[in-house]
């Protein structure tokens, strides 16, 4: 494996369940040992707290850092510094840690997401600069898009960043911004330019740079255990060697970026709805209604093999994008989109089934299902909404 990683030894007695065969089905033995390796950690590290955390609201940093010792900081960061691994690869882990939280596996996909426009479209000093401290997780990134007046329309944002010498001076604000305040790099698209695409460039900003200041944590229906708050610029003065590549090119590393974020997002709803799954094939196993299991009743079987059906479809589809990804295949904005959207969808869907299954019980917080279902549901906004996918699908299926 690239950049060996420290591992966690397999658990002792292999689980060996139908529904766990199909999350190993056609991964080679490096891919189940990465598999492994993400699982024992999601199972002792995250999942015995994350109701805890979501109750609580309380942001796992020391858990991120943790993870980053595993060589999960920098997944996709290159040699010398990161793991180096593929999208194929990420999207393993970001499955597995879904399977405990989708919450704290999203805001993951985030870092990872930052550290990778670095490793990417960085210069050699500015990865010596930034990244061996955020690959270590002894400081996380979070990714500025998203302004008050433009969701979908990220081309439009006004955010401007204007030169003064060797100085650019930044002023706007984002929203929605996963991690602010708590985390330490924030990666801004900005207006440098014209209006339209051609004229946003990306900076990288420190956290404690004078200026820049944060709102109060919005109050979300999910994803409680991560901070989303507004990111204010207030003539915030950053040097020009903050700036990504030239002026003009920040459009396309916000594009790159949404490619691979829609694998991962996606990655989440996936293991979110295979942990749903399970549950639910242990509750109508134990479940007795009518003097009989739950599981012998012919539309919760019915029920089972469509919630199977949904997460399975989902995982090959966000396979195949992971993989074409990787290769440059010329078709992988439309295999994303097409992951993002259907694995967002179906999941969420057998999730709630799943929910329904335990009837009132599953309203309950004892019961987690409820908590997989909210934090979730946000997954078929963000990442470009799954209209957006739609039309993404359809515009690339149509072009001349």
């Known amino acids: 494996m690239r950049r060996c990683l420290r591992q966690i030894s397999a658990p002792s007695v292999r689980y060996i ?13 490096e891919q189940l040992m990465l598999v492994h390796t993400a699982k024992k950690f999601a199972e002792s590290e995250i999942a015995p707290f994350a109701a805890e955390w979501d109750e609580a609201k309380h942001f796992p940093i020391e858990v991120f850092q943790q993870a980053a ?43 990872n997401m930052v550290c990778g426009m670095i490793d990417q479209f960085g210069t050699d000093e500015q990865k010596a600069q930034w990244l061996p401290d955020m690959v270590a997780g002894k400081k996380l990134g979070s990714y500025c898009l998203t302004e008050p007046g433009s969701g979908s329309d990220s081309a439009a944002l006004k955010t401007t960043a204007k030169r003064e010498g060797d100085e650019y001076v930044i002023n706007g604000e984002k929203v929605f911004i996963s991690g602010a305040g708590a985390t330490d790099v924030y990666a801004v698209m900005v207006r440098t330019g014209e209006p339209g695409p051609k004229g946003i460039s990306c900076v990288l900003i420190p956290k404690d740079t004078e200026g820049l200041s944060f709102g109060k944590n919005e109050r979300k229906m999910g994803w409680n255990n991560q901070p989303t708050k507004q990111v204010i610029f207030e003539n ?45 094939q242990q509750y109508v196993g134990d479940r007795t209604q009518f003097g009989a299991p739950l599981a012998q009743l012919q539309q919760v079987q019915f029920s089972i093999a469509e919630m199977a059906l949904k997460v399975h479809t989902s995982r090959l589809l966000i396979r195949q994008a992971a993989q074409a990804l990787d290769a440059g295949d010329p078709n992988s904005n439309t295999f994303c989109a097409m992951a993002k959207l259907h694995a967002t969808e ?51 299926l149509l072009r001349d």
């Open 236 to 280: 915030v003065r950053v040097p020009i060697s903050n700036r990504l590549r030239e002026e003009g090119f920040g459009f396309k590393i916000a594009m790159k970026g949404l490619d691979g974020g829609r694998i991962n997002i996606a990655s989440c709803s996936l293991g979110a709805g295979q942990r749903c799954l399970e549950i639910a």
């Open 69 to 111: 010792d595993l060589g999960f900081g920098g997944i996709y960061v290159s040699d010398p510094y990161g793991t180096g691994l593929g999208r194929l690869e990420a999207s393993l882990i970001f499955e597995q840690f879904a399977w405990a939280c989708p919450t704290t596996s999203a805001y993951l996909t985030i870092h």
């Open 346 to 396: 179906e999941c969420y869907t057998a999730i709630d089934t799943a929910l329904q299954m335990h009837g009132g019980y599953g309203y309950l917080k004892d019961y987690q299902v409820e908590r997989f279902l909210r934090d979730t549901r946000v997954h078929r906004i963000l990442e470009g909404a799954n209209e957006i996918m739609k039309h993404i699908v359809a515009r690339n």
């Open 17 to 29: 369940a139908t529904t766990q065969s199909l999350v190993e089905w056609g991964l080679n033995e």
